[in-house]
């Protein structure tokens, strides 16, 4: 849960996971905006400004839920065209009797 203090929202540690009621996301604490929580989405991306007072600890399962979406952008990323980096490779050399 995130921490308040005479009304203030006490910010997490740099990195700690943050659930943003207002976008219904979790992201990544990077630090303070003016009166705004900077957060990045898990894995990477643009950052978004939060209102602390819209903020808490992800359950487990939205912490589970941002990881796998995290780790599917990953893995949706196209491999490699094999023709651009074969050049000097030697087991795509094709050897002419």
Do not use: C
């Not at 939060?50 to 979406?69: F, V």
Request: proline fraction near 9%; hydrophobic fraction near 30%.
């Amino acid at each position: 849960m995130v921490q308040q203090t005479e009304g203030r929202a006490i910010p997490p540690e740099r990195g700690a996971l943050v659930y943003d009621r207002e976008s219904g996301k979790v992201g990544e604490f990077q630090g303070m905006g003016g009166p705004y929580f900077m957060l990045r989405p898990v894995g990477g991306g643009r950052e978004w400004q939060a209102d602390p007072r819209l903020t808490r600890e992800p359950t487990r399962d939205e912490r589970l839920s941002a990881g796998i979406k995290a780790a599917n952008s990953r893995s949706a990323i196209p491999p490699l065209d094999p023709l651009e980096h074969s050049a000097g490779d030697e087991t795509t050399t094709t050897h002419q009797q």
